[in-house]
């Protein structure tokens, strides 16, 4: 077995520092070491993007992705999205458009519009359903998460509420 290797990333603002076996998955090393359970494992073949979380600032899908690959690097969860206990305009978005149901698969389509939104302020349709193609959802429909997609973008190109918080207090995406 090759030797324990030590990282230090930044995970939703805060520094990690570990030992981990170079064949541990960043899935993996979020859920099983770090505690942040809102990533969720799905096929563990890059095909469900229920593991999606943003590495530097990009979606990548967690499964297949070393921890050890995230060394020296930002990494963004679900957890990291909501602010003093009030969710992001994101999470608002697909509360009131109804963009989940079972919830499972959400987080990642969460982490996945937060990359899009923050490379593209206002998506087309097209470029919505381009961006969530590798995140499947079973139960929801498309439709309501392209709306919420939609929904979101517009709350966060109103200049004077750039992030507006509603003070709600949910945990949209972070079920275990
Ligand atoms: S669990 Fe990673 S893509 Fe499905």
Redesign the pocket.
């Known amino acids: 077995m090759a030797a324990s290797q030590h990282v230090s990333l930044t995970v939703n603002g805060r520094s990690v520092q570990a030992v981990v076996e170079p064949r541990l998955l960043l ?1 993996h090393f979020l859920r099983e070491s770090l505690g942040l359970t809102g990533t ?13 979380v943003l590495l530097d600032g990009k979606a990548i ?4 992705q070393l921890a050890v690959q995230a060394d020296g690097r930002e990494v963004l969860t679900v957890e990291g999205l909501a602010k003093d206990g009030e969710l992001h305009p994101i999470q608002e978005a697909f509360l009131a458009r109804h963009g989940l149901q079972c919830g499972f698969c959400t987080p ?1 389509m969460l982490m996945t519009t937060y990359a899009l939104l923050n490379a593209n302020r206002k998506p087309t349709e097209e470029q919505i359903r381009a961006a969530i193609s ?1 995140n499947l959802c079973r139960c929801t429909g498309y439709v309501k998460v392209v709306d919420s997609v939609r929904q979101a973008a517009r709350t966060l190109a109103r200049p004077a509420r750039a992030k507006p918080r509603t003070g709600r207090r949910r945990t949209t995406g972070r079920r275990r």
């Open positions: 899935v969720h494992v799905g096929c563990d073949t890059t095909h469900c993007g229920a593991c999606t899908k967690s499964c297949t990642g590798g």
